[in-house]
């Protein structure tokens, strides 16, 4: 069985550019998440879709993220403009149902796209 | 709002000492708590999900250890390996989130 597939796997860029992460599930995969995990802490959810409908936004900063989930497979996030504390690593996981939000099944996550923003 | 805390930070122990790794939580209004493994440049692994009516929950030489009432939450490594080495996460439910800990970083030295 494939894995959670993320594109780029690394990126840098300047303060106030824009940029784009792919995520593409596990096949069959109901719900995906984007996390945002900055050097030296945990995983911080930035948003949860169930298909291709959002769960949970509460923690994505609106103002310059984005992200949408394409007829419920593939997702991409999006930052425009970039600053400075954006640099992290930008996991995304899946898993097969959570439609408990998925605490109680288990997350499948890809290897992360690092982000320097400088 | 659940606060996850895990210390150490990071742990050094020699090939075949067993790893014991703390993670400590507010909200013991928790159904289960999950342990996680993130190895460099990748990204995390799930090793273990514990119920809230079980106390512990076992899958080859790892066994982790549940006490709500204290908030409190326990991983055993029995005879540490260097393929151990690793950064270990814990989580806990948060308001349908789930609420990481920073982790505990181990190398193990053969």
């Known amino acids: 069985e494939a894995g959670v597939a993320q594109s780029p796997r690394y990126k840098i860029i300047e303060k106030r550019q824009s940029v784009a992460f792919w995520c593409n599930p596990i096949?069959?995969?109901?719900?995906l998440y984007w996390y945002q995990q900055i050097l030296g802490q945990g995983p911080k959810l930035l948003i949860q879709?169930?298909?291709?409908?959002?769960?949970?936004d509460s923690q994505l900063p609106k103002d310059r993220f984005s992200a949408e989930r394409l007829k419920g497979v593939d997702s991409t996030l999006k930052i425009q403009p970039a600053k400075l504390e954006d640099s992290a690593v930008y996991l995304c996981a899946s898993s097969l149902d959570g439609s408990t939000s998925g605490f109680t099944d288990t997350q499948y996550f890809g290897p992360g796209t690092r982000l320097t923003v400088l | 709002k659940q606060e996850v805390t895990q210390i150490p930070a990071a742990l050094s122990v020699p090939e075949g000492e067993n790893l014991v790794l703390n993670c400590s939580f507010t909200d013991s209004a928790i159904y289960n708590l999950q342990w996680f493994r993130q190895d460099p440049g990748k990204g995390l692994t799930s090793l273990l999900l514990i119920q809230s009516s079980q106390r512990e929950q076992t899958s080859g030489r790892l066994n982790a250890s549940l006490d709500k009432s204290s908030g409190r939450s326990t991983l055993y490594i029995a005879a540490s390996q260097p393929g151990d080495s690793a950064t270990y996460l814990c989580?806990?439910?948060?308001?349908?989130?789930?609420?990481f800990g920073a982790g505990t970083t181990v190398t193990v030295r053969a």
């Open positions: 989580a806990a439910p948060n308001d349908y989130k789930l609420s």
């Open positions: 879709f169930q298909n291709n409908g959002v769960v949970d």
């Open positions: 096949s069959g995969h109901a719900t």
